[in-house]
């Protein structure tokens, strides 16, 4: 049995309401902490002037323990990301330059990371894919989706799932992307691939689906159609809508109720109400919006009319190619109205409410001991001082890997 003890937190997050200093607080916040893990969850979390109860609970025994001074720093539950597309191969830094020079954006960039990714072979995807997961965890991310969505072929499409899966538990299949060239004369052909042969291959590896639900990808009848196909199959369901302009994104994932609905850059009042009732995650990626110079969505509203809302970084090729979600945290409360407490909140469990995750995102007793230090008094400091490393250490599981 292994047993570590964090003393001398500064500031602790643990996003346990009425476990910190203000009872009514959701993120829990707790000055002056301490925090122990036995076996890689948490056993016990307090103020550092109480005496920690390390007991070991079976036997009763007080286990040899390592004790980590954190000297003030701020500790907080590790990132859960819950929306990215690592497997890719090839670069559109050409289209980033085009965008900040106005051209504008459109979802037809991805068929040439479907090219690129087409014609890598598996190592090379896999080192791209174990190079980007250590940048995740090197700045706190210790929780991660990873989708398909890349090559839209059946066999390319089960490919990225094997890879993806090498990586994380939280794979998923996103067949329905955008419509290969080779079928854009016969649209309900791809559809009746992805629902078909296409789901069936990537079955063993992933555990979501996602549709592009978009002018330029997929149609509400589509979207509809795949996404049933998908909870037959046994996979969770998740949607990317509303991103590029007022679209039907919304309404589907409120009327279906899938787990969480990814971009909602575009919503109108009634999309907003629909996504409360139906208890929808909205996941916002404001790393689109800087790198597409969309307008960012408005978290306050959302928040107030009692959305759940996650941020995550969408990293990918095309519209957001960043790993950091500390650059999500300092975005979300510059552009989008959130408060520091509801940005961190919403990028630790929030990420895991839109992964149905409860044993991530907080620190809480018994769930996996995934924390990130700061080198920093406060967690304020990931907006207040954006761009800097700050992460000074992670543990995944209780174990230190960064």
């Given at each position: 049995m292994s047993t570590l003890l964090i003393t001398g937190i500064g500031e602790l997050t643990t996003n346990v309401t009425g476990l910190g200093d203000d009872p009514r607080d959701p993120t829990g916040l707790i000055r002056g902490a301490a925090l122990a893990v036995v076996d890689g969850r948490v056993a016990w979390v307090g103020r550092g002037t109480e005496e920690p109860r390390l007991d070991a609970p079976q036997t009763g025994a007080t286990p040899e323990v390592e004790v980590v001074d954190a000297g003030g720093r701020a500790i907080l539950p590790g990132f859960v990301d819950s929306h990215t597309h690592l497997v890719f191969a090839g670069d559109r830094a050409d289209e980033f330059e085009a965008r900040m020079a106005g051209q504008p954006y459109a979802a037809g960039g991805i068929r040439r990371t479907v090219a690129a990714t087409r014609a890598a072979s598996d190592d090379e995807l896999r080192a791209r894919l174990a190079g980007l997961a250590a940048e995740l965890y090197a700045q706190g991310t210790t929780t991660f989706e990873v989708k398909t969505g890349y090559d839209l072929t059946v066999e390319g499409e089960a490919?990225?799932?094997?890879?993806?899966?090498?990586?994380?538990?939280?794979?998923?299949?996103?067949?329905?992307?955008?419509?290969?060239?080779?079928?854009?004369?016969?649209?309900?052909?791809?559809?009746?691939?992805?629902?078909?042969?296409?789901?069936?291959?990537?079955?063993?590896?992933?555990?979501?689906?996602?549709?592009?639900?978009?002018?330029?990808?997929?149609?509400?009848?589509?979207?509809?159609?795949?996404?049933?196909?998908?909870?037959?199959?046994?996979?969770?369901?998740?949607?990317?809508?509303?991103?590029?302009?007022?679209?039907?994104?919304a309404r589907i994932a409120a009327e279906l109720g899938v787990f969480s609905l990814d971009h909602a850059t575009y919503l109108h009042p009634d999309d907003v109400a629909r996504l409360a009732e139906a208890g929808v995650v909205t996941t916002l990626l404001p790393g689109v919006e800087f790198s597409t110079r969309h307008p960012y969505p408005d978290a306050r509203r959302l928040i107030d009319a009692g959305v759940t809302v996650a941020l995550a970084s969408d990293c990918n090729p095309g519209t957001s190619f960043t790993s950091s979600m500390p650059l999500m945290i300092a975005l979300a409360v510059r552009e989008m109205g959130m408060t520091v407490a509801e940005a961190v909140w919403a990028a630790t469990a929030g990420g895991a409410r839109a992964l149905d995750r409860d044993d991530v995102g907080t620190l809480a007793l018994g769930t996996r001991a995934d924390l990130v230090m700061l080198d920093a008094p406060t967690r304020t400091h990931l907006a207040y001082r954006p761009g800097v490393p700050l992460v000074r250490a992670v543990y995944r599981g209780g174990e230190l890997i960064v």
């Open positions: 490919r990225l799932a094997r890879l993806a899966r090498e990586v994380t538990d939280e794979v998923t299949f996103l067949g329905a992307h955008v419509v290969p060239a080779e079928f854009v004369d016969d649209r309900a052909a791809y559809v009746d691939l992805v629902c078909g042969p296409m789901l069936a291959a990537v079955g063993p590896y992933v555990r979501w689906i996602d549709v592009f639900c978009e002018r330029g990808a997929f149609t509400a009848e589509e979207t509809r159609r795949i996404l049933r196909g998908g909870a037959a199959a046994g996979l969770g369901t998740r949607l990317h809508g509303n991103q590029l302009g007022h679209g039907p994104g």
